[in-house]
């Protein structure tokens, strides 16, 4: 069942957009930390993304990307009243949330919507959140506002100071940590080597350390295997599993590999579609 | 024209040889992802119905798990009545284009049938492939005419199936045709199962077979409800919630097995699940014009002897390896696959790499495979079961390169509805665990059936486990035998 977009917000154009999507079935159980698998089109690969926001009273759930390659590059073609051939959640299991304290989330790049899901979650469960984020620059930050709206912290760093601190999001991570006994958890969602320097940054302070992660996938319902990670020197499958583990065991090394499984296809999908990004295809 | 074939029954009659099934060219098809079979023609279903003995008790219906009656089907087709060969079969079995091509009937109703003991049962799978195929090419104002012969579809009598395979597809066909209303629920974006992320395109037509067999299910006004995973969009209590009066659990038995053998997580290393669903469900023998990638391997290796390493191994050779080999622990008697495969595979090229076993696979600092170290392997004595099990033989390791290994070594139950819904009695493997006759679950009007319930194993065993909770669950609703 094609489900319709709603709104669309370019947040930096041509590379990350936010679509609020008419999906009331998946809105109604969706909880922090999961994520749907989605089909552009007839002839368009399933690709998972977190569900940064569900709304059940009006049956949204809102989504946040950046432009990798051509599935989100079709996705980008779509419009507010365009819909989207295949949705399917909500998937994957919700994040543990419970009443502990202090939490820390971190978020890199779109990574911090699919965090600030997490972070809402941890704030109605009556946490002291601490949101810790990152970009290049000022312009590329997301989801300050949102964050502001209900995290009674925000911290901010950019790696040409334009806003906050000028570095990463580790430093800000660890100044906290040196100071602050009180943290109980530390959730990171980004880039990988981001989440695998936050584990590096916590594992001296013995911070239990949640991390998303977002191995490839195909059918995002355990039955392909493609989605595995080594989590302690044990296969898991990130997508029935997952897709959060604790960050202290896992092999980022392994999972970057894994990610690059299909560069060069990649490449070649991606020209084609630019070769011949017909309106009629999509 | 075989020796065996010559000899003469005990009535004195000699049996002429079983008719051959043509098929495309080995050097051609592997090229190509089209059906390698190409099925009968009339004059050689006719020929081959014509060697049917109608025997008065026919032992071939005693091994078809939905007993199709087959010396009827046989003899009506003998007669030409293709119209009447077609409503017989369809009384017991709801895909017989999908049958006709995948049973194992080796071990089935050709297994069975008298003519076996020679050595050259009737061709009952072809035959009935060739009904089903030639019926379904008629005019779809036919397939609407049988529908007159059923009772209309009560909107209030309300059955849900979880998962679209054959199981699902059923008991789908059996309540709908008894006015049942039933909604399938499946959580990928296509219907069927197994046959069309598994079973690939030149062994199995997704559009030209199982999606007519789907169609002709609509045409029963069964709903399909795609991108719904039952345990996550919905739960079994929501259903009962929504008013249905009855829910058939067939998720199948998809979650892969993997070796546990070092570098396994190597790129280049796949379950034959994911390297057979981005193939045939994301047509990737088609990229870059469809989206979903797939490996391109040279030098491959399989490790499995089912169908799954037949498909997995055949698939590679279409999509350009210059070699394949099916790495097996046994021989070649042991391999599981049905016959039909493992020649065809043979013949395409596949070698097969017997008494091995992989103990760990190597890759480059980029993470990707390289090779693979294999461990040699002898059978042993016979174990209570009478099956001389592999052992290895000490010290003998050898070293192969391959660039795209695919496992096929079994596959687990399929866990998200069964971890959404605790109250479901699982038997020690994991699997559900139903009530022999009824196939009814823990959960009272709850039934379940096919690989979730026995483990991996056929079509037709899926079916016939369909067949038996969906009498049930009429004889429920609508009372009455
Ligand atoms: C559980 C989960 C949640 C995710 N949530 C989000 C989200 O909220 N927003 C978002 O923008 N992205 C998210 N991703 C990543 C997103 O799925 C990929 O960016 C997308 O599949 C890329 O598809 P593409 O065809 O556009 O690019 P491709 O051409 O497929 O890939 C381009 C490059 O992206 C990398 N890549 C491929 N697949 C993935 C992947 N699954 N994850 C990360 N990198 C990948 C590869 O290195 C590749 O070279 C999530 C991934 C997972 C597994
Ligand atoms: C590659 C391959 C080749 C094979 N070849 C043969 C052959 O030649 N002959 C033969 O007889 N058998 C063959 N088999 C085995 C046969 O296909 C299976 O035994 C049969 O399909 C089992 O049917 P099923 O109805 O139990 O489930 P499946 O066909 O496994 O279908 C289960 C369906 O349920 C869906 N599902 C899972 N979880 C959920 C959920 N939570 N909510 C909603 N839907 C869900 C799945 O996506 C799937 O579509 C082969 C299997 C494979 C993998
Ligand atoms: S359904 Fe399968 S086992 Fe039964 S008669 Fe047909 S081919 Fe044989
Ligand atoms: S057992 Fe063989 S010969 Fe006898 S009726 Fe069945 S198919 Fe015909
Ligand atoms: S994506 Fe297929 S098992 Fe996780």
Redesign the interface.
């Known amino acids: 069942?094609p489900c319709k977009i709603l709104e669309k917000e370019r947040l930096i154009p041509g590379q990350t957009s936010k679509l609020v999507i008419d999906a009331p079935?998946?809105a109604k159980?969706a909880q922090p930390g999961n994520f749907v698998i989605l089909?552009v089109c007839e002839?368009?690969?399933?690709i998972p993304l977190t569900i940064a926001d569900a709304d059940p009273e009006r049956g949204t759930i809102t989504i946040v990307y950046l432009v990798m390659g051509?599935?989100t590059a079709?996705l980008e073609t779509l419009d507010a009243g365009d819909s989207i051939?295949?949705?399917?959640?909500?998937?994957g299991k919700p994040t543990h949330i419970e009443k502990a304290g202090t939490v820390i989330c971190v978020g890199g790049g779109t990574g911090i919507a699919a965090m600030h899901h997490i972070a809402k979650g941890h704030h109605k469960a009556g946490n002291h959140v601490v949101a810790v984020i990152g970009a290049r620059s000022k312009d590329l930050l997301l989801f300050y506002d949102e964050l502001s709206s209900f995290c009674p912290e925000v911290l901010v760093s950019t790696d040409d100071g334009s806003f906050g601190h000028k570095g990463l999001v580790t430093d800000l991570l660890r100044q906290r940590l040196e100071t602050d006994k009180t943290v109980s958890e530390v959730v990171a969602v980004g880039p990988v080597p981001m989440m695998a320097a936050v584990a590096k940054t916590t594992e001296p302070f013995g911070v239990k350390t949640t991390v998303s992660l977002n191995s490839i996938m195909?059918?995002g319902?355990?039955?392909?295997?493609?989605c595995?990670v080594?989590v302690g020197g044990e296969?898991r499958?990130a997508c029935?599993d997952g897709p959060e583990f604790d960050g202290h065991k896992v092999d980022f090394?392994?999972l970057r590999?894994?990610l690059?499984?299909?560069k060069p296809?990649?490449k070649?999908?991606y020209d084609?579609?630019c070769k011949c990004t017909c309106a009629g295809e999509k | 024209m075989t020796a065996t074939a010559e000899r003469k029954p005990a009535g004195g009659r000699k049996i002429a040889p079983r008719v051959d099934m043509p098929c495309q060219p080995a050097g051609e098809r592997i090229r190509n992802f089209e059906e390698v079979a190409l099925g009968y023609t009339q004059q050689m279903a006719t020929e081959e119905a014509r060697r049917c003995l109608q025997c008065k008790n026919p032992k071939c219906v005693k091994g078809c798990p939905v007993e199709v009656p087959i010396r009827d089907f046989i003899g009506q087709l003998a007669k030409g009545d293709l119209e009447g060969a077609y409503r017989t079969i369809k009384s017991t079995n709801s895909l017989p284009g999908v049958c006709g091509r995948v049973c194992p009937q080796e071990n089935q109703c050709e297994g069975a049938c008298v003519l076996n003991a020679k050595g050259q049962p009737v061709a009952i799978g072809r035959l009935e492939r060739y009904v089903a195929d030639t019926y379904m090419a008629l005019d779809a104002c036919d397939h609407l005419a049988a529908r007159l012969t059923c009772p209309a579809v009560d909107p209030e009598l309300r059955v849900a199936c979880i998962g679209s395979g054959p199981a699902s597809l059923t008991v789908a066909g059996y309540l709908s045709a008894r006015g049942i209303k039933v909604t399938v629920f499946e959580a990928l974006h296509e219907v069927g199962g197994v046959l069309v992320y598994g079973i690939p395109e030149f062994r199995l037509p997704k559009s030209a077979i199982v999606e007519k067999e789907v169609q002709a299910l609509r045409t029963q006004e069964v709903d399909f409800v795609t991108n719904w995973v039952g345990g996550r969009t919905f739960s079994i209590d929501d259903l009962f919630a929504e008013g249905y009066r009855a829910v058939f659990i067939g998720v199948g038995a998809g979650l892969p097995r993997f070796l546990g053998v070092p570098g396994e997580n190597l790129t280049g290393v796949f379950s034959a699940n994911e390297y057979l669903t981005r193939v045939n469900l994301g047509r990737a023998y088609a990229f870059p014009d469809y989206d979903t990638p797939v490996y391109q391997g040279r030098n491959v290796t399989v490790y499995g002897g089912g169908n799954v390493a037949m498909d997995a191994a055949r698939t590679a050779l279409r999509l350009g390896a210059e070699s394949v080999r099916i790495v097996y622990r046994r021989t070649r008697d042991e391999l599981p696959a049905r016959h039909e495969e493992l020649e065809h595979a043979e013949e395409e090229g596949v070698i097969l790499e017997l008494l091995a076993n992989p103990v760990a696979f190597h890759g480059d600092e980029m993470g990707r495979l390289t090779g693979v170290t294999l461990q040699r392997m002898q059978l042993g004595e016979p174990d209570a079961s009478g099956r001389r099990s592999p052992v290895p033989v000490e010290g003998d390791t050898y070293e192969l390169p391959t660039d795209l290994a695919v496992i096929a070594v079994g596959t687990r139950p399929n866990p998200i509805l069964l971890e959404a819904t605790p109250q479901l009695k699982l038997s020690r493997r994991g699997y559900i665990e139903v009530n022999e006759e009824t196939g009814e679950t823990s959960i009272p009007n709850v039934f379940a059936g096919g690989d979730i319930v026995t483990g991996a194993a056929t079509v037709i065993l899926a079916m016939g486990a369909g067949r038996r909770a969906a009498k049930e669950i009429r004889r429920r609703l609508k009372g009455g035998e």
Request: hydrophobic share 35%.
């Open positions: 069942m079935h998946i159980k089909r002839k368009g690969e399933r051509k599935s079709l051939l295949d949705l399917c959640g909500p998937l195909v059918d319902i355990g039955m392909c295997g493609a595995r080594s296969t499958f029935v090394n392994e590999q894994r690059a499984a299909f296809q990649e070649a999908s084609h579609h």
